[in-house]
């Protein structure tokens, strides 16, 4: 049960801060550590530590792999993401001795570094964002933003590299080559010491890079650097919407262009992204990885994730004076009805019979409706 506590929310009111805390939930647990990644397509996550990964299918283990062997050599994974593969299917690949590498769903490793249009190279660093992928090379970089067509521009080794949709970032020793496709311009921002950066909102136009240094955390907005916190992070990503870092003991996330909420996790938990703005976190102790969901309060996470599912699913019977009697467009009535929405869905009698509500917005609810078990006071507040 330990890992419940995993996070402490950080105490409220404990100095005159105007961050918000953040109320995170733990929604999914494997039995795995996470030391490099995280990733997920559809229901398959693979969970990357240097030796090994471990693939799970909606949450059950399907096999653990060990790190690909080169003449005999054992290699270690050193990054993973998904990307998307020249056959267009999104492919999980890892990185691991200077070359790529698939991770199916059935839990074998092939080597891709030539099916990705990259012979000959040797690959330091990948990221990704929908079908943008940046390679980092020892000579240079490689891009596609549809997965098919390469690009490589040649020049010092690459390795430390992020994608977004339209804006790819090579961070250098002093400074942070901004390549923007839309306007077809190029950037350089000048930074000391900077050691990890992400974009969030990657997968949007309006991507915005974060960047990390010995001197404290930096948001980028149009290519200007603002700094939004004074230490060092010693973790620093981005998911989907967030970005966050780890400093001093804490999480912090990056919301809409400020800093808007704090954990604590204990030493050496490694904290890593899900698109949907999740993340995941490996504490110090037994090989678990928790997934949290961070919403400041159930009424957040019921507009974000329930509404657009009812809207489309069960509005044409359950509006205020509909034939189901319940409104279920109101975020009220689905917390006043918890234990009947709750069985109906469990039952799979609602929606009624040749009315779709897809498996995986059926959990999403489901998920919802189990939230109200981790008392959220904030939430009840919300309305
Ligand atoms: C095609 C119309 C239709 C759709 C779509 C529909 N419902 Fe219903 N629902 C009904 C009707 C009619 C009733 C009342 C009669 C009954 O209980 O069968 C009802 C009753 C209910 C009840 C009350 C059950 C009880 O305790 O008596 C719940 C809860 C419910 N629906 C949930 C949902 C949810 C959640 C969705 C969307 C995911 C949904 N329904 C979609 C028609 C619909």
Known sequence: MRTALLLLVAACGATSSPLASLTPTPIERVSARAEIAVVSVGGITVVFDAAGATVLDDGATVGHIGAPTQQGRALHWTAANVIVGPD???????LAGEALWRVTSDAQVEHVTQRLGLQGARVLAFDSAGSAT????SNGFSSTRDGVHLVHVPGRAA??????RDRFAI???????????SASSHAVVRIADASSMAFIDATTEQAHLLV???AGVYLEVQGALRRIAGTAPTQ?????????FVADGRVSVVERGSLSRVVGVPSGARVF???????????SGAPVTTRFEFATSRHDAWTARIRPITMARCRPCHESGGSGGLDLTASTTWRRHEERLRSVLEGGTMPPRGHLLPDSERAELLRWLA???????AGNAAD
């Open 88 to 94: 267009g299917e999104r492919w999980i690949v890892g």
């Open 134 to 137: 940046i390679y980092g090379l």
């Open 159 to 164: 390795a430390d590299v992020a994608a977004a």
């Open 171 to 181: 961070r250098r020793a002093d400074k942070i080559d901004l390549v923007d496709f």
């Open 212 to 214: 990390g240094t010995d």
């Open 236 to 244: 620093l990503g981005a998911a989907g919407p967030r970005g966050w």
């Open 273 to 283: 992204g899900a698109p949907e703005g999740d993340l995941w976190i490996t504490g």
């Open 371 to 377: 939230s109200a078990d981790s008392a959220d006071p």
